[in-house]
């Protein structure tokens, strides 16, 4: 009867374990598209991939097998020629797999046809199918199908960009685990409890005569305490889960002469920046990206700054204050050799504000600079010594680096979840505070039918995290991130 009740209230919601709906209203479904799916450039092999009904039929008028002319098996490999039918002429000799719906990638009969990785052969095939009557695919647009015909949900479907992106270990783990689903099944367990819930408090609301089963106030009062903490973690994950996944921007800066480079150099192992005895050696800013336990750190070495000695530094010293502006992070180096001046007063107050780590570099010469001094200017940032001459102190000066940015043990594991997207975050944020509402109104005995309201606007914001309900916009945005052939 409770369910009947909720059923009729029209929660926007539906019931059963997966979001995975058979709902979905498939756009643009019929049609069969087609793209390279292989980076441009010369290659081994390169892939033309279509997906649709007419992946077959098209395959059946381009492909010639070597050996005979047995049909094609499903999910197996078959060697020939891809074959012109205008001309009658060899385009590439390939291998071609059919996979046959629904076991594949969109849920769709889907083609790959592996030809020689040239960027000529794999346009020539492409517009062979396109000929054929395939549809250029758009960026993103299979994993959409994959999408839009329940195979993953939206979270899934937006870790698999993370994965093509992830620069580091930690943030392959961080988008595997979203891809496996377990964000997914966090919020369907919460969805579960609280459409549960829902159905009761709505049976209420409509029959408060009836014989209906009571509510446990203090179970839910219970379980609605736990959601909402439980959501308050995962929204704590996020500032590590970012870092992880989009890495973070941090310069270099200090007053010429300094170490800067030498720096930069040490951390890449590699000597990429000019290091020369001349102040003012630096001009533009160098920028590669280094992975700090699992973080990609965009990292720029800026030109020392100090009074520009002609235009071409003066340039350089625009271009550095602009770089620190604009860094998530910076490093401030100090030359331990030399008392502080005027230039380094100047660059403290530049990164005022700044996310910071304090560099003494020069550490195997004599101490001139008042570490004492350094520590009161800057007594809550970490100071770290070093030698960028000498390679030492970098270890240290990396675990410095880290642990100011994530500030416990970062693992993705089954029990530890990481929310790393800022539109889960959001959506995470949303579920939490309607719980909370929903929690202060039951202490302070408000109607059922305020709880009601933020229960549903709770299921809500599940229902659009995960892709169930959807806006065309919040998909656009999200797939046209994607490359084409993906
Ligand atoms: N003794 C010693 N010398 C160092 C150390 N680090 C850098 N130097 C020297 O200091 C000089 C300047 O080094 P750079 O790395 O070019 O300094 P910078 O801060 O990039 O200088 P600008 O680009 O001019 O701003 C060079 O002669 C380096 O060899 C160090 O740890 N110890
Ligand atoms: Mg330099």
């Given at each position: 009867?409770?369910?009947?009740?909720?059923?009729?209230?029209?929660?926007?919601?539906?019931?059963?374990?997966?979001?995975?709906?058979?709902?979905?209203?498939?756009?643009?479904?019929?049609?069969?598209?087609?793209?390279?799916?292989?980076?441009?450039?010369?290659?081994?092999?390169?892939?033309?991939?279509?997906s649709?009904?007419?992946?077959?039929?098209?395959?059946?008028?381009?492909?010639k097998?070597?050996k005979?002319?047995?049909?094609?098996?499903?999910?197996?490999f078959?060697?020939?020629?891809?074959?012109?039918?205008?001309?009658?002429?060899?385009?590439?000799?390939?291998?071609?797999?059919?996979?046959?719906?629904?076991?594949?990638?969109?849920?769709?009969?889907?083609?790959?046809?592996?030809?020689?990785?040239?960027?000529?052969?794999?346009?020539?095939?492409?517009?062979?199918v396109?000929?054929?009557g395939?549809?250029?695919?758009?960026?993103?647009?299979?994993?959409?199908?994959?999408?839009?015909?329940?195979?993953?949900?939206?979270?899934?479907?937006e870790?698999?960009?993370?994965?093509?992106?992830?620069?580091?270990?930690?943030?392959l783990?961080?988008?595997g685990?979203?891809?496996?689903?377990?964000?997914?099944?966090?919020?369907?367990?919460?969805?579960?409890?609280?459409?549960?819930?829902?159905?009761?408090?709505?049976?209420?609301?409509?029959?408060?005569?009836?014989?209906?089963?009571?509510?446990?106030?203090?179970?839910?009062?219970?379980?609605?305490?736990?959601?909402?903490?439980?959501?308050?973690?995962?929204?704590?994950?996020?500032?590590?889960?970012?870092?992880?996944?989009?890495?973070?921007?941090?310069?270099?800066?200090?007053?010429?002469?300094?170490?800067?480079?030498?720096?930069?150099?040490?951390?890449?192992?590699?000597?990429?920046?000019?290091?020369?005895?001349?102040?003012?050696?630096?001009?533009?800013?160098?920028?590669?990206?280094?992975?700090?336990?699992?973080?990609?750190?965009?990292?720029?070495?800026?030109a020392?700054?100090?009074?520009?000695?002609?235009?071409?530094?003066?340039?350089?010293?625009?271009?550095?204050?602009?770089?620190?502006?604009?860094?998530?992070?910076?490093?401030?180096?100090?030359?331990?050799?030399?008392?502080?001046?005027?230039?380094?007063?100047?660059?403290?107050?530049?990164?005022?504000?700044?996310?910071?780590?304090?560099?003494?570099?020069?550490?195997?010469?004599?101490?001139?600079?008042?570490?004492?001094?350094?520590?009161?200017?800057?007594?809550?940032?970490?100071?770290?010594?070093?030698?960028?001459?000498?390679?030492?102190?970098?270890d240290?000066?990396?675990?410095?680096?880290?642990?100011?940015?994530?500030?416990?043990?970062?693992?993705?594991?089954?029990?530890?979840?990481?929310?790393?997207?800022?539109?889960?975050?959001?959506?995470?944020?949303?579920?939490?505070?309607?719980?909370?509402?929903?929690l202060?109104?039951?202490?302070?005995?408000?109607?059922?039918?305020?709880?009601?309201?933020?229960?549903?606007?709770?299921?809500?914001?599940?229902?659009?995290?995960?892709?169930?309900?959807?806006?065309?916009?919040?998909?656009?945005?999200?797939?046209?991130?994607?490359?084409?052939?993906?």
């Amino acid at each position: 009867m409770g369910r009947a009740a909720w059923l009729s209230n029209g929660v926007k919601v539906n019931r059963g374990s997966s979001f995975n709906s058979s709902t979905r209203s498939p756009s643009n479904q019929e049609e069969t598209i087609a793209a390279i799916s292989t980076p441009f450039g010369e290659s081994g092999i390169g892939i033309v991939r279509m997906s649709g009904s007419l992946a077959q039929p098209i395959a059946n008028k381009l492909f010639k097998p070597k050996k005979d002319q047995s049909p094609f098996i499903s999910h197996h490999f078959h060697y020939g020629e891809i074959i012109d039918p205008q001309s009658g002429n060899p385009v590439d000799e390939v291998l071609i797999v059919l996979m046959k719906s629904p076991k594949t990638y969109t849920r769709e009969d889907i083609v790959e046809i592996h030809c020689h990785g040239g960027y000529f052969i794999l346009q020539k095939v492409l517009e062979l199918v396109l000929k054929q009557g395939a549809r250029m695919a758009q960026p993103g647009e299979f994993t959409k199908k994959a999408f839009l015909n329940g195979r993953i949900d939206l979270t899934q479907a937006e870790a698999v960009i993370d994965l093509i992106r992830a620069k580091t270990q930690t943030s392959l783990e961080i988008a595997g685990q979203q891809l496996r689903g377990w964000l997914s099944r966090e919020m369907i367990d919460i969805k579960t409890q609280l459409v549960g819930h829902l159905a009761l408090i709505e049976a209420h609301i409509d029959f408060p005569e009836e014989e209906i089963e009571p509510i446990a106030f203090g179970e839910l009062k219970r379980d609605l305490g736990r959601m909402t903490h439980q959501t308050e973690e995962w929204i704590s994950s996020y500032e590590e889960g970012r870092v992880f996944r989009e890495g973070i921007s941090c310069a270099i800066v200090g007053k010429t002469n300094v170490g800067k480079s030498s720096l930069l150099n040490v951390l890449l192992k590699e000597e990429r920046a000019i290091v020369t005895p001349i102040p003012g050696t630096t001009r533009d800013v160098i920028e590669e990206v280094l992975n700090i336990y699992g973080i990609p750190v965009r990292l720029m070495d800026t030109a020392g700054l100090r009074k520009p000695a002609d235009s071409i530094e003066q340039e350089g010293v625009r271009r550095a204050k602009e770089r620190v502006a604009d860094s998530d992070f910076v490093l401030l180096m100090l030359d331990g050799s030399r008392a502080l001046d005027v230039d380094d007063l100047e660059i403290f107050e530049e990164i005022k504000g700044k996310n910071r780590v304090v560099i003494v570099n020069k550490n195997d010469l004599p101490l001139r600079i008042s570490l004492e001094d350094v520590k009161n200017r800057f007594e809550n940032d970490p100071i770290v010594l070093i030698s960028a001459l000498k390679n030492e102190g970098i270890d240290d000066l990396k675990e410095t680096i880290y642990s100011s940015l994530v500030h416990r043990d970062v693992r993705a594991t089954p029990e530890h979840l990481i929310v790393s997207n800022i539109r889960h975050k959001i959506a995470i944020g949303q579920v939490g505070e309607n719980l909370a509402n929903a929690l202060k109104g039951l202490e302070e005995g408000t109607s059922l039918e305020f709880i009601a309201f933020e229960i549903r606007s709770a299921l809500d914001a599940l229902g659009e995290m995960v892709g169930e309900i959807r806006s065309e916009e919040v998909l656009n945005r999200i797939f046209e991130q994607f490359c084409i052939g993906k």
